[in-house]
């Protein structure tokens, strides 16, 4: 048998999935009920279309009924099992998703690498073509609609070939792994490049050439009658070399929605990625400040997009790092369709060693940005072919959670996490208690020795993993702390790059005084001397020291904790070796930033500990 069908996952069924039959969500759903509960409790499935994806459960004649549209069936199988699992309550009444399109963007490349991989290599591309084992693509279908995912774009933002063949001499190889993932509700997306017309000999990509608009309405014709519920294409353009629109003087709205054209008869969504950013800045230059550019771009397009075009934005303004504010353009932008952007896969984040489980930063953004903000939410994937799907046996506890929060953005991290945690390793109340708190103070431990007070892009340039305080200091990508002996920070009030008035009030005047802005945001908004006094007293340069001891000190206490743990094996082994790391990774942080910083400004310690001059 196969690695990865042993091993355990949230899914409390551990029986293997037949691999005939079952074509449809209501048969999976009816398949899954009846393995799980094996006659211990009556259970009926009722197909009604008009609830679409929604469910609800009720009594019926001693039993229950589960009564939904056809993939709402499907969840509501996977809710009641998941309740009767945890020992929890049924859900009552309707229950819909909140996003219509819940959505996974793997950054798979063709040649079976994974951009940003941290779980070995692609599940399904390997050489240049598809290439997978059908029953663990099933599986893969199985948990994502276990939490509700229902689309999944399977290669890589930044295109390379051959992807995009998947349009063309891929194309039955792409429908034949679409039908894969139908009968759980999954549907496919594909990334495409901008400039794919001239790879097949039109002499341009211009969004307003009329040969190019034939083209690629030819192109969504042959793609969705091979895959009609295809649901749509995602597009990196102009952003970090990817061709796009400005090539021929044209705006992103231009580009964005000739491509919605071509695809909107077949009810397609035009996903465009807002990551945009001059990655070729001087860093001489302090005039550019990179957090400003997708403001500053889309702005003056609100309004101007199509109906059936979604502008996926990052969660903050610079890219995935530990700590940012939300992104101003969540906030700002009013007529425009907008997604909301997470990265599952844990590029900045301690790449699936060190422990980090979002969930807790999911509630802040929502909280401040108001779910209805929004009209559908994507995550980078953390998957990979590993037997444990994630590298990190605990870091499957971000793809579950991604799944409840994209179906209910008003979602309980700690419940999340703990029903994960009970789902997956089944461990006596306590444990289960322990292992959810290890979760709970990941986040926490990890932004304080690696992004204490905002303060972000100390990393290894391009690796972006252990600390290297000036990496990116001299770099082109904007990425910059600035650091010198008097003061750390970049000044973005009014007075300095304007940042900050980006945000509506009152958030932009909250941030804009040092006084009293969030001490997490307080080196992402302000440039401040070393010795500027915090709101608890301390001052800013005792803080940075406190903060990188007590973030190490954090981590111990995770591994003592986790030493205390029944996992199964080799999940303990997995998760021990990883702890390991995650302690010499956080004492070089602690150490390299604290050196870092006195070497600099010369202040010691106040508590007399040891800093490495
Ligand atoms: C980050 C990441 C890249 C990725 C990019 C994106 O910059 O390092 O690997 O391509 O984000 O989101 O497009």
Known sequence: MDGWMERRAWLPMLNQLPQEGLETPLAMAKYELEAYFAGREKTVCRLDAALGEGFEITEENGGLSIRGGETGVLYGAYALIRARACGEDLPRGVQKPYYPLRMINSWDNMDGSVERGYSGRSIWFEGGRFAYEPARIRQLGRMLASVGINVLCVNNVNVHQPAQHLLDTLLPDTARFASLLRPFGVRLMLSIDFSQPMQQGLPTADPLDEGVRAWWADTARRVWSAIPDLAGFLVKADSEHRPGPNTYGRSHAEGANMLARAIAPYGGALVWRAFVYNCMQDWRDQTTDRPRAAYDLYMPLDGAFDGNVILQVKHGPYDFQVREPLSPLLLGMKKTNLAIEFQLA??????????????????????????????????????????????????????????????????????????????????????????????MKSQEAYENYAATLGLCWMVTPGDHYGPNPYGYEFQAWGTYIRADRNAVGIDRTGGGTGYVNQYPEPLRSLYADAHTCPDNLLLFFHRLPYSFVMKDGRTLIQRIYDDHFLGCAQAEEMARALSGLELPFPDRKEAEERMQKQLANAREWRDIVNTFFHRFCGIADDKGRKIYD
């Open 346 to 439: 844990q590029e900045y984040t301690g790449h699936q060693i060190d422990l980090y489980a979002m969930p807790p930063m999911w509630r802040e953004c929502f909280d401040q940005m108001g779910k209805e903000r929004v009209r559908a939410i994507a995550a980078v994937s953390n998957l990979g072919r590993d037997d444990n799907w994630t590298g990190h046996p605990f870091a499957a506890a971000n793809l579950f959670a991604y799944g409840l929060f994209a179906w209910n953005p008003d979602a309980d991290p700690e419940k999340a996490l703990r029903q994960w945690a009970k789902l997956t390793y089944s461990l006596p109340e306590n444990q289960t208690a322990a292992l959810t708190g290890i979760l």
